[in-house]
């Protein structure tokens, strides 16, 4: 707005405030409209199969590798 539409430094302003409020009101809409019980459920879900794995990946590791005991 300040260069196209000759407003100058006002313009500058005024435009990096529109973009800011338009950016604010997007992630409000964003977040409100997120289903975060859904979000959360998804995300133990995630943490689950991710230890699962790990949990995998040791038990391997062991396999190959028994501890030497004396």
């Known amino acids: 707005m300040g260069f196209a539409l000759d407003f100058g430094v006002k313009g500058i302003w ?25 979000e959360a459920s998804d995300v133990g879900d995630r943490i689950q199969q991710w230890r699962g794995k790990a949990e995998d990946n040791v038990n ?4 190959k590798n028994p501890p030497n005991l004396q």
């Open 14 to 38: 005024c435009g990096m405030i529109t973009g800011t409020l338009a950016q604010m009101c997007i992630l409000f809409f964003i977040t409100y409209r997120t289903k975060w019980d859904k």
């Open 60 to 63: 391997d590791i062991e396999k």
